[in-house]
């Protein structure tokens, strides 16, 4: 019989981009020594640039003293991929869980990561794709992208994840390359349904969904809150 696969979702809301980046690091930490089960965070993040462990700072076209003018951070990090943008109305995943647990290699967890997002575009009637080569990881809407993906993988062991775009103040995107592709745009659901969106904590959680269904999870249990996490309070379980 299979051993039922649980996993922790904690639901944070608005978070800053470094104190998110914190956290992982403590539940990746947890996580490589059995003190936590697989877990996810689903946030959103202030306006904020991040460049991946590659450092194509070419991709970043406007100074950095611009990008402070105009409220937003710029971070560097080491997860995977190319320079992209993060801010509110954005879907953001953090998957904290042990690929050796599944089975699973690094491609085979972006593969999925990519259903996930494709999976939740259908829910909207949009038609989306994942890329079609590795310049292109992420998934897409025609020539336009709508998710984005930038994961680091440590003794097999996942961080950082996957951002969907809700409806994103598209702008933010003209300063930066993104995900170093030059001729091509970005979009958001937003733009690509014909559908009256529901809130963005609803979608956030159709995306959980997704991702706990792509994985084969049992049961979800929700962390209503988690400000304790940041060093702000308490926290709550709810079972799903």
């Not at 965070?41 to 991040?50: A, I, K, R, V």
């Not at 003018?69 to 320079?83: F, S, V």
């Not at 310049?135 to 993988?153: P, S």
């Not at 014909?194 to 792509?214: D, G, T």
């Amino acid at each position: 019989m299979r051993i039922p696969r649980n996993l922790n979702v904690w639901k944070m809301g608005m978070v800053n981009y470094l104190d998110a980046l914190k956290l992982q690091e403590k539940l990746v930490s947890d996580r490589k020594l059995g003190k936590i089960p697989d877990t996810i965070l689903s946030l959103q993040h202030p306006p904020t640039y991040t460049l991946g462990k590659r450092r194509t700072d070419h991709n970043l076209l406007v100074p950095e003293a611009d990008l402070r003018t105009m409220g937003a951070e710029l971070h560097y990090t080491q997860r995977g991929g190319d320079i992209t943008y993060h801010g509110p109305h954005q879907a953001i995943l953090y998957p904290i869980i042990s690929l050796k647990d599944k089975g699973l290699g690094a491609r085979k967890y972006v593969e999925n990561l990519e259903s996930i997002m494709i999976e939740l575009a259908s829910l909207y009637g949009v038609s989306a794709l994942a890329g079609m080569n590795k310049c292109e990881t992420g998934v897409w809407v025609g020539d336009r992208k709508i998710g984005a993906i930038g994961v680091r993988i440590s003794s097999g062991i996942t961080s950082h994840g996957m951002a969907f775009n809700i409806d994103p103040d598209l702008n933010y995107f003209k300063h930066i390359v993104p995900c170093g592709i030059a001729d091509k745009e970005v979009t958001s659901l937003k733009r690509e349904t014909n559908m009256v969106l529901p809130a963005e904590e609803v979608i956030q959680e159709q995306l959980v969904s997704c991702f706990a269904r792509s994985f084969g999870y049992d049961t979800l249990v929700q962390k209503e809150n988690v400000a304790i996490a940041l060093g702000k309070g308490g926290e709550s379980d709810e079972n799903l």
